[in-house]
Structure formats: structure tokens, C-alpha cells
């Protein structure tokens, strides 16, 4: 089969699974193309079962996209075996700290059958109901690992794999967090500062306290470990990294 048919295959089939599964669904396809779109989804599947093994021995070429409006998706996939039909897996959310997904269990996925119709039912039977505690874990897991923030002071925490998180009490700090790099879950409330690239992320911390200063709203950092009274993050310089930092590890 060439690569245009399979592709339509795939487009085809996961528009119509979107159409069938409980809730809002919609499809999209990612092609050869759309490299590092394909590269940040194989990271994010969320398996260490069957659609594991079958990214280790076939990187993905394309896939197809079903997304919900909360912001739970699956990545539909073919199989690469003699059977016809796809595999489906969950995907981890991008915006947690790797802290939020210790203990608990892959929502892994499954092998469905050439059937649009029926393969909804198996979704929605099995997959989805895992996905959804799982994501329900791990979002309660991430807004436990940060120290609540108050309309006149934001919290910055630590995270063991080197990046910040907080849980900003109002829009006006958002707003001002996510123009700095901060990337929000939506649903958790929680935003989080990546630590890939340190200088830019102290330069970000740099610029945020002058702009929450002005709308009297003071910062401060603490390690999640510690569960005192934070510190007051000077607006004029950056903030100190507490020690070295291990990544924690996320097992997908």
C-alpha cells in the first residue's frame, strides 16, 4: 500500500473514531513531514506496553491526533504487524513536572480492529477510563508538589528536574508568567518554567519580578522540600538554584 493510501487510511479512520468516542473529539493528521511534531508526540506517548515496543522497533512516520477539550489526547498509529487495524495510546500532557506522574500506573494503550465503530467502544470501555484517572492523578500530584500562591505574593517551586513550578492566585500574575515562557495546564492551574535552557531561565525570572512588582505582587522560590515560610525572591537578579538538581523519571 503506498504511503499516500495509508495515510488517508489513517486520517480517515481517526476522524470517524473522534466522531464515535463519548464527548467532544476532533482528529487531526501529522505527516512525514512535521518531523519534530512527530518526535515531541513519540516522547509524550504515555506506554510502556504494546505501543511502546512498537516505537521502538517502528519511529513514527506519521500519526493521527484525537484531541478532547480539556486537553486529553490519543495518538492513533498503525500496527506494523500481519493484522489490520491500528494501536491507540494516551498522551502525557505537556505542562506537569516529571514529579506529578511518580506511582502512577501508564494508561497503556491498545491494539484496535479495522472498525472505527467497534474500536470506539473498546476505547471507550478500556483506554479512556485509565487515561482519565490517570490524568486526574497526575494533575492533583503536580498542584500537591507546589506551595499555593496569594493574590499579593507568587510561589516558584523547585522542581527536581530542574524546572519552576507555581500556581499563580489570579489572571494578572498568569498573564505575566505565561509571556515569560511559562507554559499552562489549564485544567491543574499550574504553570511551569522549563529548566532545558538555564540561562534563559533565569533571565525569564529576571524579568518577571519588575512586572509582578508593579501590579504588587511580590515572588519568592522555595525547594518543594521545604514547607516554611518561602523567601522573597529579589526582583532585581535572578534566584539562586537550591544545590543540584536530579531529574526525577517519568516512565512513558
Known sequence: MHDHDTSERLASFADVLAGELPGRWTSSHLPADAKDDLAELTDRTWDLDLVAASLTRHPLRQAAVLSRPDGAQLVLLHRHDERDGFLIAAVAPPSLPDEAFRDVPEPNGIALADDPFLSAEQVAGDLLARYDGALAQVRHNALASVQPSQPDQIVLTWQSDGSIATAPADDRAGAVLAAHG??????????????????????????????????????????????????????????????SRTPATRSR
Do not use: K, N, W
Request: hydrophobic share 35%.
Open 182 to 243: 511559562f507554559v499552562t495546564d489549564p485544567h491543574s492551574g499550574l504553570y511551569r518554567l522549563s529548566g532545558d535552557d538555564t540561562q534563559a531561565q533565569a533571565r525569564a525570572l529576571r524579568e518577571i519580578g519588575p512586572r509582578l512588582d508593579a501590579l504588587g505582587i511580590g515572588t519568592a522560590l522555595q525547594h518543594p522540600a521545604a514547607r516554611t515560610t518561602p523567601t522573597a525572591v529579589p526582583a532585581s537578579g535572578p534566584p539562586v538554584p537550591a544545590g
